[in-house]
């Protein structure tokens, strides 16, 4: 099955100069609930075991590989990049931070903040409701249709690209961002 691709703008080339930056929000993938394991130990579901390749997959048809990946912690979120990553001929570097599981927008923002300014594309594997969250205040008040289904939901391996022109990435702000894709990937059950 195909990715449910939902087609976006592209940032308005005029607003700076040079390319813009871009922010790949991911949602981990499904994930199971076995009895008496903690909420950050919880493993991926078959589904998620299927569905995290094909967002690799379709993060490179996309153009829309990172230049650094920030990870939550939980077993959940490090399983979806794993096997996400490992669709791309060389991944880059990851770095798993604690503040990113159960992390309201606030949150963050602060560790987006902090990513190098060379990097120019910076992938978030994260939880909901904050990521979700996130996308929307970053998008703000956009007229753009691209945003409504992020409002009505953002399902598990759900991936949306904010693309914005700033010098560096501690000038994210809610708001200045455009929303330029989103997509659901799904992978079939025969593992293709």
Request: glycine share 6%.
């Amino acid at each position: 099955m195909s990715p449910d691709v939902s087609p976006g703008r592209s940032p308005d080339a005029s607003a700076s100069a040079g390319p813009p930056r871009r922010l790949v929000v991911l949602r981990h993938a499904k994930s199971a609930w076995p009895q008496s394991v903690p909420d950050h130990e919880r493993p991926l579901a078959p589904r998620g075991l299927r569905d995290a390749p094909a967002v690799g997959r379709a993060l490179a048809d996309a153009d829309c590989l990172p230049d650094l990946a920030l990870c939550s912690t939980a077993v959940r979120a490090r399983r979806t990049w794993e096997l996400a990553s490992a669709e791309w001929d060389t991944p880059p570097p990851v770095r798993y931070d604690p503040r990113v599981y159960a992390a309201d927008v606030p949150e963050l923002l602060a560790v987006a903040r902090e990513t190098p300014a060379e990097v120019r594309t910076l992938l978030l594997v994260g939880h909901n409701p904050g990521l979700q969250e996130l996308v929307l205040d970053l998008a703000g008040d956009s007229l753009d249709d691209a945003l409504e289904p992020v409002r009505v939901k953002f399902p598990t391996s759900a991936v949306a690209v904010l693309a914005w022109h700033a010098p560096t990435w501690a000038d994210l702000v809610p708001g200045a961002a455009l929303l330029t894709w989103t997509a659901v990937p799904r992978g079939r059950k025969d593992g293709g």
